[in-house]
């Protein structure tokens, strides 16, 4: 198993953007999942009898204030996946790529033990508001992670490192056009997603 994800994540270095990106958002749903999945069926109490609480006691203040609150929040887990993988790189494994797996894994425990602020009455409600907010923003680190995760400034071979094999400036940091478009989706995704999160807490 082990050698299975070493080899998986070997192999995004040895493909374009777009198609790391496709692999990367599909490994972060498919562990969003998997422990959304776990989460449910350890607590199934969590989704009986849950009494209803509106919205907007959620909200921490107008549409505005919200919005910035929620894209500020995202930018912290955005700069996490971004420091992680620009700083160093451990054979294939990077400390932003770890980030957005555990970030993934903990979403995907949130929304199975049903452990939201405003908790949903039902599955296909949480599901469905996942639709509206939730996939656009883990779409946003998954992108942003893709388009950072082969600019490394310090690699080794292994951890701990024995030695960096290759050392590289931030001046010498460059970044495609379809990196740059990938960057642009990021944060079309992070905005959409934050407006459509402070609209729905504002109701």
Known sequence: ???FIGRLFSGLYQVGAVKRTIIIWLLLQAVL????AVGYVTNPGAWQNVPTVAPS???????ATTVGYIIFRNTIVLLLIGAGNLLVRFGPVTP???????QGAAIGW???TNGFEVPFPSVAAANLQYLRIGLWETSAYAVFCALTLTKSLLVADSFPAREWVERHSLSSLRFSRTEKALALLTLLFLVGAALVEALYLAK
């Not at 006691?57 to 549409?63: D, I, L, S």
């Not at 932003?96 to 555990?102: D, R």
């Open 1 to 3: 198993m082990s050698k």
């Open 33 to 36: 999942w998997v422990f959304f």
């Open 57 to 63: 006691t959620a909200a921490v203040g107008g549409v």
């Open 96 to 102: 932003g790529l770890l980030v957005l797996l555990v």
């Open 110 to 112: 949130l929304a199975g």
